[in-house]
């Protein structure tokens, strides 16, 4: 059965700081995608980033960072120099090879974080 | 981009009613389109997925006959609550699949707010 973990429900840092939000997954499938989403207060789900199950280069986006690592299963995001406008719910989600199947996403449980000033 | 409508953005309605969202690709066609709920503070679960010109699969535990969904062009897909109670209150989702497209993104709607008296 496929399954992601947020295990963070709620972080709180202040502004400027570095925080990383993290996000394991379970799959059999050796096919799959990894996203991550942004859910700020309005709801409207953000898409961050894509990442395919043979592609295991980290990404940068500006200050945003990913890490994704097969052998652990998991596919951390950093944030670096947090703002206070990147106070949202964060979903880590993860999909089934698109041949064959609906392409339906499992989404973790999210993590909320704060951005103090 | 591609972008994804839903209509409308927030309802209120009194217990026992009939309240219909719809959902739109605006710029794409959507040969999948999805319907998810989210209570507060808690993850988007799947209700259904739903094919143009075919029945829509619920999810274990979702009414189908509750939940009617329609996805009657590729471009549009209905969800219609029957007989609302206030336990079916919640921000219901969409999310539509781009049939071009040969990985699994979702282009997620605004989302609708549905409040049930």
């Known amino acids: 059965a496929q399954k992601v973990t947020q295990a963070q429900t709620e972080i709180s840092v202040v502004e400027k700081e570095d925080v990383t939000l993290d996000c394991v997954y379970e799959t059999r499938d050796t096919t799959y995608y990894l996203f991550w989403y942004k859910q700020p207060p309005s709801g409207e789900l953000v898409f961050l980033i894509r990442r395919n199950s043979f592609d295991e280069q980290n990404e940068i986006s500006g200050r945003y960072s990913w890490n994704f690592q097969k052998s652990t299963s998991s596919f951390n995001f950093t944030i670096t120099a947090s703002q206070v406008v990147d106070s949202a719910v964060y979903f880590c989600?993860?999909?089934?090879?698109?041949?064959?199947?609906?392409?339906?996403?499992?989404f973790g449980q999210g993590t909320t974080l704060q951005v103090k000033p | 981009g591609a972008v994804v409508s839903q209509h409308p953005s927030w309802v209120i309605c009194k217990s026992g009613t009939s309240v219909k969202i719809e959902c739109r690709s605006l710029d794409f066609q959507a040969t999948t389109m999805f319907w998810y709920r989210q209570f507060p503070k808690q993850s988007l679960m799947l209700m259904a997925t739903?094919?143009?010109?075919?029945?829509?699969?619920?999810e274990q535990g979702v009414e189908k006959d509750k939940f009617l969904i329609n996805h009657a062009s590729l471009t549009l897909s209905t969800l219609t609550v029957t007989s609302a109670h206030p336990e079916d209150s919640s921000f219901y989702i969409c999310s539509a699949r781009d049939g071009a497209t040969t990985y699994n993104e979702q282009f997620f709607g605004p989302g609708t707010r549905l409040t049930v008296l």
């Open positions: 739903s094919n143009e010109g075919s029945k829509a699969t619920y």
């Open positions: 989600a993860l999909s089934e090879a698109p041949s064959g199947n609906t392409g339906k996403l499992i």
